[in-house]
């Protein structure tokens, strides 16, 4: 009896360090797609709307959709928000659980989220 219980205690160890080292690797996959989708978002700058009513870099928010969701292609799940010149992005992910399955825990819902600005580059000697 003895023999069984520290048996699932061991399992169950085994199983919170093993896969809780997948979760955090899958939370720091989420945080990566994230961030390069907002950087892709970020670099969807509007050409109509630059500098010409407040002078500053402004992001089309169709264009930045579409920018992540060609990179997010194979993910179901994220979002995206646009404001001005910021675009932040959400990432959800599915890490199924390999030992702690044996006691009906099957996955885990992880997330990344990440911000990107665009900025206007240096045109010229004087703009160091």
Known sequence: MVFV???AVLVMLAGL???GA???IARREASTLAFEAARAGAQA????AMYRETGNVVVDPS???MAASEFLGQHQEW???????TVSTTVWLIQPL???SMLGIDSRRVAGTATARAVQGISKGDDL
């Open 98 to 100: 390999q030992i702690l």
């Open 17 to 19: 360090t093993y896969d």
């Open 22 to 24: 997948q979760i955090l």
């Open 45 to 48: 700058v509007s050409t109509e």
């Open 63 to 65: 264009l930045a959709r």
């Open 5 to 7: 219980i520290l048996a």
């Open 79 to 85: 979002s995206i928000s646009v404001k001005g010149d």
